[in-house]
């Protein structure tokens, strides 16, 4: 229809592929075959759709069972250089599509009937690796295939860190630290009180994206191109859901609540991207917090030592640099950048197909991906070497304020305040003070 194109001899792929190679120039920026984890969620689409249609006998079972084995042999070995287009192209996602259906149905073609690639016959890429799906609901289910399972991989990294903050903080509970409010001296506290708070802080975040992931068990598989499910067989719309879950090994997946919905809308995976930047953001507080309280080492406030990784500085000998909590930090400020780019697209979606979702699919993925590298290096390569500072810490916590927190708990706020006042800022004073009460007492 638009006109003859030249395919590489030995390519698994087609013309359709190689045209959305002239049309999408990488010049350095990621292809498909970037996102392995996207490529084998779109094999699986194609993998249960084929045994749908050998179960509802709309394909031939030597056909069926080519593409079935086919699929298996790509899933096992993936010949990533077989899916050059650009990750992010215009079109709802068809150039992916058709650079796996295109790969599929060569491979089919050669090893099951023996023909030449490029042949497309028996197997035909749009009329069997393609029957009764559709670039807009295989690629959906795909999308939501490939974030369940880069959660798996990103759950497990948090979880580390979850029981570092755990172990960091009962190893140094017996140590004291004095607690800021407005960077102003307050009250001493444990560094397992602290770290208490950077725990729960992780564990909520960790519960509210598994919640988000949760909701990803709603497909749109068998919907079609807009969500009407007359698109495809009655017979395969009433089978998909059970093959999905036989071949996913699982029973959660079922039918989005509207078909139509999850055409022209992509919030479920854009609450994901919510979730995350929410999750970056609060650690982007936690790594500056290590970065702030280990400052100095002579004139900041050198409470907490960091692991010294490398030097910091080509030209001050002997200079160390949080370059691990400022690592994380940078982590998390792309994904919130990756994020913000997510979320545009659902101002953008119009009408019956939110055409967005290349953007959408493979920021979502770099971003869990960089996320969970933040993560990584931040757990192994410096929290699990922090160590409290105590001699400048006990130092803090006889400070004027600790001390005066001391006396109020002893006289109340009111004998605290007068104490203050009347030793003119001098703590000696003070702690007189305090050593009187208790004598007395």
């Excluded at 197997?123 to 393609?130: A, R, T, Y």
Aim: hydrophobic share 40%.
């Amino acid at each position: 229809m638009i006109g003859a194109l030249e395919v590489p001899v030995d390519a698994l792929y087609g013309v359709q592929t190689q045209r959305a190679i002239a049309l999408y120039p990488l010049n350095g920026e990621k292809p498909l075959s970037a996102y392995p984890v996207l490529i084998k969620a779109m094999l699986r689409v194609k993998r249960i759709a084929a045994k749908t249609n050998l179960n509802t006998g709309e394909l031939e079972p030597k056909i069926a069972q080519s593409i079935i084995q086919v699929i298996n042999r790509l899933l096992d070995d993936l010949p990533l250089e077989q899916f050059p287009v650009h990750a992010c192209h215009g079109g709802g996602g068809i150039s992916t599509n058709m650079n796996i259906n295109e790969v599929v149905a060569n491979l089919v073609n050669r090893d099951a009937f023996f023909r030449p690639l490029g042949t497309y016959s028996p197997v035909h890429p749009n009329d069997h690796i393609n029957l009764n799906n559709s670039t807009s609901d295989a690629q959906t289910t795909a999308c939501h295939f490939a974030v369940i399972e880069q959660w798996q991989s990103l759950e497990s990294s948090i979880d580390k860190l979850i029981n570092e903050f755990n172990a960091q903080g009962a190893k140094w509970q017996h140590e004291q630290k004095i607690a800021r409010t407005c960077l102003q001296d307050a009250v001493e506290i444990s560094f397992a009180d602290l770290f208490s708070g950077y725990q729960s802080l992780i564990e909520r975040n960790k519960k509210r994206l598994n919640q988000g992931v949760i909701e990803l068990y709603k497909i749109n598989l068998g919907g079609n191109i807009i969500g009407r499910k007359g698109d495809v067989s009655q017979a395969f719309f009433e089978s998909i859901i059970d093959e999905v879950n036989t071949q996913m090994y699982t029973s959660l997946f079922c039918h989005s609540d509207n078909l139509f919905d999850s055409s022209q809308n992509h919030d479920d995976l854009i609450s994901i991207a919510n979730r995350l930047e929410l999750f970056a953001r609060g650690l982007i507080k936690i790594a500056k917090d290590f970065r702030l309280m280990s400052s100095g080492p002579e004139t900041g406030f050198a409470e907490l030592n960091l692991p010294a990784v490398q030097p910091g500085s080509s030209a001050m000998p002997g200079k160390v640099n949080p370059t691990i909590a400022e690592y994380l930090v940078q982590c998390c400020m792309q994904v919130c950048g990756r994020c913000y780019t997510i979320q545009m697209t659902q101002d953008h979606g119009e009408l019956d197909l939110n055409v967005w979702q290349s953007l959408v699919i493979h920021n979502l993925l770099d971003a869990m991906s960089c996320l969970e590298n933040g993560i990584q290096a931040f757990t192994q390569h410096c929290l699990s070497g922090v160590t409290p500072n105590s001699q400048q810490n006990q130092q803090n916590i006889q400070t004027m304020i600790p001390t005066l927190i001391r006396l109020k708990q002893e006289k109340g706020y009111s004998y605290a305040a007068k104490v203050f006042k009347e030793s003119q800022g001098d703590i000696t004073k003070v702690r007189a003070h305090l050593i009187k009460d208790k004598q007395e007492s």
